[in-house]
T-cell receptor
């Protein structure tokens, strides 16, 4: 069965520092991978997605992620954190041929300190 | 604004009761998904409908049911409610074409508190 594992339920960085949120996937077939962000009291917003077109995917708000098949990883990065990046981030996988439902990881809460 | 509309935004009800959560998908989207988000279970996929037909089923309890109507809106019915059903319920939608990789858009959720 397809799944994603997010390493670290909480990540804290200083404003201006590199953000690195880790996601590893498990899939027997080429996966489609997604990162969503959830701000407090809001729904989930798509940051970026990998659909096999390019291994380095650029998303909104300066985030990007690199698909590494050899490491079964899809880590999310941002060169310089901003206070407004504080939120919960979810990695998700979709592989269904009959259903495109997403299977989510457990989430990583990002805190940004001034 | 994702274009997915959910009502009600907040709901408080007693154990044993029944509630209905409503969702209007983005204009033109044929697929509707329901997810449950709770502190102990995280984000759990419940069920997906495509153009009125059930397409995929996840960890949905037998006390819960859903349907998608001809106008594509969807309802999630939760009955015999228990304290553990307290959660944030998300509806999401996508164009729903076959195969994976579709972007799925989420509503802002319906907060259910069972007391």
């Amino acid at each position: 069965a397809q799944s994603v594992t997010q390493l670290g339920s909480h990540v804290s960085v200083s404003e201006g520092a590199l953000v690195l949120l880790r996601c590893n996937y498990s899939s027997s077939v080429p996966p489609y991978l997604f990162w969503y962000v959830q701000y407090p009291n809001q729904g989930l917003q798509l940051l970026l997605k990998y659909t096999s077109a390019a291994t380095l995917v650029k998303g909104i708000n300066g985030f990007e992620a690199e698909f590494k098949k050899s490491e079964t990883s899809f880590h999310l990065t941002k060169p310089s954190a901003h206070m407004s990046d504080a939120a919960e981030y979810f990695c998700a996988v979709s592989v269904g041929s009959s259903s495109d439902k997403l299977i989510f990881g457990t989430g990583t809460r990002l805190q940004v300190f001034p | 604004d994702s274009g997915v509309t959910q009502t009600p935004k907040h709901l408080i009800t007693a154990t044993g009761q029944r509630v209905t959560l409503r969702c209007s998908p983005r204009s033109g989207d044929l697929s509707v998904y329901w997810y449950q988000q709770s502190l102990d279970q995280g984000l759990q996929f419940l069920i997906q409908y495509y153009n009125g037909e059930e397409r995929a089923k996840g960890n949905i309890l037998e006390r819960f049911s859903a349907q998608q109507f001809p106008d594509l809106h969807s309802e999630l019915n939760l009955s015999s409610l228990e304290l553990g059903d307290s959660a944030l319920y998300f509806c999401a939608s996508s164009p729903g074409t076959t195969g994976a990789g579709n972007t799925i858009y989420f509503g802002e959720g319906s907060w259910l508190t069972v007391v």
